[in-house]
């Protein structure tokens, strides 16, 4: 089944504990990308990456990074989280360079930073 | 960069009449305007886009304009179900995939 996964779906920690949300896609996507949600500010790309070993920053970057060694996984690293990165969390992928453009969205990961 | 507005932000209709959510784009290089519905507790999933050479595309109930000269674009759906509860949110983007910038979102509740 094709399909965009990431772990963990909750998780709830501290300021400062570093952490990493987990992206990974079977589609042979080449366009992968980070979304947060925030109530009435709509989906805001954290970074995006259009193919292994590269990547770029969106909008809402500070705070973030990311890798991309593989084609399929796309992890998402907070070094030192803080209670403004408290947040519903997407990634998605998409093909690049076609036409069938649609990004497919993982299940969401909720964030919770205290 | 592209700054995209949506409106209104709440939306409330009476099972089978229609609902229109607007878009507008600051970007006038954006060739790509897709349409994301989120039912709650799920993730977005594309309904309908549109390229900017067209300027209108159906798919059963729901439609989309686009106005390149005025740099708006629409959703209408007609005949709205009550499963058409959700929040549904405009993008644009110059190429097609990076660089999408997303509306604010409308939440619409349709009453039966």
């Known amino acids: 089944e094709a399909q965009v996964t990431q772990n963990p779906r909750y998780l709830i920690t501290v300021t400062g504990k570093k952490l990493t949300v987990t992206c990974s896609q079977n589609?042979?996507?080449?366009?992968m990308s980070w979304y947060r949600q925030d109530p009435g500010l709509g989906l805001r790309q954290i970074y995006y990456s259009m193919n292994v070993e590269v990547t770029d920053k969106g909008d809402v970057p500070e705070g973030y990074k990311v890798s991309r060694k593989e084609k399929r996984n796309f992890p998402l690293i907070l070094e030192s989280p803080s209670p403004n990165q408290t947040s519903l969390y997407f990634c998605a992928s998409s093909l690049f360079g076609t036409s069938k453009v649609e990004q497919y969205f993982g299940p969401g990961t909720r964030l919770t930073v205290t | 960069g592209e700054n995209v507005e949506q409106h209104p932000s709440t939306l409330s209709v009476q099972e089978g009449d229609s609902a229109v959510i607007k878009c507008t784009y600051s970007?006038?290089?954006?060739?790509?305007f897709p349409w994301y519905k989120q039912e709650l507790g799920k993730r977005p999933q594309l309904i309908i886009d549109i390229r900017s050479n067209v300027g209108e595309k159906k798919d059963q109930r729901i439609a989309v304009t686009l106005n390149k000269t005025a740099k708006h674009f629409s959703l209408h759906i007609t005949e709205t179900q009550p499963e058409d509860s959700a929040v549904y949110f405009c993008a644009a983007s110059k190429r097609a995939n990076n660089d999408m910038r997303f509306g604010a979102g409308t939440r619409l509740t349709v009453k039966p």
């Open positions: 970007d006038s290089a954006s060739n790509y």
């Open positions: 589609m042979n996507h080449e366009y």
